[in-house]
T-cell receptor, first 113, second 108 residues
Framework: NAGVTQTPKFQVLKTGQSMTLQCAQDMNHNSMYWYRQDPGMGLRLIYYSASEGTTDKGEVPNGYNVSRLNKREFSLRLESAAPSQTSVYFC????????????FGPGTRLTVL | RKEVEQDPGPFNVPEGATVAFNCTYSNSASQSFFWYRQDCRKEPKLLMSVYSSGNEDGRFTAQLNRASQYISLLIRDSKLSDSATYLCVVNINYQLIWGAGTKLIIKP
């Protein structure tokens, strides 16, 4: 089992460019999440999908969109990247929304110039 | 006031010592609590859940004090491999709120 996989691991964008971060899990989990982690701050939830076919905004959704493609895959899109979106992005999954352990992917380090 | 607060550290501790750190939370409706561990430039991983009666897992002991709204983590006989950042996490209405973490450095 690979667990949670994310691509790419690193990315550098110019302001205004767009990109999609990919995430997949092979644990048959219902819920998936996208977080960002910035220095000196806790993980902040961008979007989550409690179950296949549903998505909801988290704490910091502005500038992002998501797609729950199927039960395994949950992608995050930056339509027009801004320097404020420079961060480490983590995808996570759990059996049930937020109730039990969340399993994380290795992260994507994104720099927006 | 942040919803979940932790001393950022770093806590510099000699190998074999006992170390403890706390995490305070502001929302009394918090339902469940966790400690995650994050190694440098890696993803967070669950260390342990925190139960009302307190719980132990090997060298690690977690306590919850609802009256004072804090949770604690005690590490006994610390190992070099315990060096990491420890993240306090609080579940409020099915949303996890993450502390910024406490950095622990174990020195030989």
């Amino acid at each position: 089992n690979a667990g949670v996989t994310q691509t790419p691991k690193f990315q550098v964008l110019k302001t205004g460019q767009s990109m999609t971060l990919q995430c997949a899990q092979d644990m048959n989990h219902n819920s998936m999440y996208w977080y960002r982690q910035d220095p000196g701050m806790g993980l902040r939830l961008i979007y989550y999908s409690a179950s296949e076919g549903t998505t909801d905004k988290g704490e910091v959704p502005n500038g992002y969109n998501v797609s729950r493609l199927n039960k395994r895959e949950f992608s995050l899109r930056l339509e027009s990247a801004a320097p404020s979106q420079t961060s480490v992005y983590f995808c996570a999954s759990s059996e049930i929304r937020s109730v039990n352990e969340q399993f994380f992917g290795p992260g994507t380090r994104l720099t927006v110039l | 006031r942040k919803e979940v607060e932790q001393d950022p550290g770093p806590f510099n501790v000699p190998e074999g010592a006992t170390v403890a750190f706390n995490c305070t939370y502001s929302n009394s409706a918090s339902q469940s609590f966790f400690w995650y561990r994050q190694d440098c430039r890696k993803e967070p991983k669950l260390l342990m859940s925190v139960y009302s009666s307190g719980n132990e897992d090997g060298r690690f002991t977690a306590q919850l004090n609802r009256a004072s709204q804090y949770i604690s983590l005690l590490i006994r006989d610390s190992k070099l491999s315990d060096s990491a950042t420890y993240l306090c996490v609080v579940n409020i209405n099915y949303q996890l709120i993450w502390g910024a973490g406490t950095k622990l450095i174990i020195k030989p």
